[in-house]
Each structure stands twice: as C-alpha cells, then as structure tokens.
C-alpha cells in the first residue's frame, strides 16, 4: 500500500471531524427526547429524601450535563477542523510563493456588479457571478477572497475584467491591468471597485499589499 501524503492525511482528519461534528447533533436531540420521559418516569419523591446531599442528584446520566458535554464536543471539533483547515493552507501555499486575489467594493448606484474575471499571465484563475447575498456583504463592507495560490518569484501581469451595470443601466465592461515583481514573501491584491463622485463613473483600483 502507498503511504499517504501529509495533505493526504489532513484531508482524512478533516473528514474525520466531519464525521464527529455530524455524531455530535443527534447526541443533542437524543438528549432533549429523553429529558420529558425521564421526569415523567421518575417516581414521586417522599419528603424524607430530600435531605439527601445535593451531589447525588447530579448522576453522569443527567440530561444537562450530557447537553454541556456534546455541545464541549462540538466546539472542540470546530476548532479543530479550523486548525486543520489554516494548517493545509500553510503547507500547499506556502508564503514563499503565495498569491491572494480579494475583491471589495465601496459603490453606490453607478455600478452594480455582475461578474469579475482575473486572468494571472494570461492564464485564468478566477471568474466568479455574484449573487445579491453576496453584493449586500460587498456593499457592507466584506471583502471577498477570489483567488489563493502559487507563483514563482519574478515579474508578473494581473488582469481584472468587470462586468454589470453602469450609469443609467447602461452594460459596463472595464478591465484593469496591474505588474508586480514576486519576491519571496507573500502577495496580496485587492480589487477595488469605487465610484468617482467627480466624474459620476465607476472606478477600478489595484492595491498590492505585503
């Protein structure tokens, strides 16, 4: 048999906590089923037992404590599945040669967007047709990760096409060109869509970030 690769092996403990995350819901519902029954099975309780020490109504057994344990269960698996997620990133994108393309948008009604495209030295690396979810997020103040991988170092040439709607629902297409030089520390660019009060017209920046 092939030994598995790291990114291998990650991938299977990812679906692991998958796998716990999604044994962990119907503990939760088992556990509120069973609480009705359990106080109506419960016989009557004499007076003369209630001086019985608190501690030995809270048995393992107890519904809530059961709740508080799943409930621990599943925020451990969350940030483990988190953990994993950052960790296999690091490994197949190292900073070395680590490229991130982000989108954000501060506009008001000169351009509604469509649709962005980037091509990375001529070559296709993200198209993405946003949904109305998504622009409200862009218009809050969200910014979107379109692109994550890995270039070379030297000189490189980004090109951003946009596509929706300009002023006075006119079809809008602009693309933008950016050159940058790869060094051996990470690269972020952040697509930038405006609008220009002075001359009424949606604009399109490229800021690098180390």
Partial sequence: MMPMTFPQALRKALAAA???LALAAPLTSWS???APEAAASAPAVDPAAAAVPATAASAPSDPVALDARVESLKSD???LNRDLLLLEEELLFPASTQVAVFVSSDVGDLFLLDSVQVLLDGKEVGNHLYTERELVALRRG???RLYLGNLRSGEHTLVAIFVGKGPHE???R???TL???KGSEPKYVELQIKDSARTLQPVFDVKVWQ
Wanted: charged share 25%.
């Fill in 18 to 20: 998958g796998c716990l």
């Fill in 32 to 34: 509120q089923a069973t």
């Fill in 77 to 79: 698996v969350i940030q």
């Fill in 142 to 144: 969200g910014v979107q």
């Fill in 170 to 172: 006119r079809d809008y």
């Fill in 174 to 176: 602009r693309g933008t």
């Fill in 179 to 181: 050159k940058f030089e």
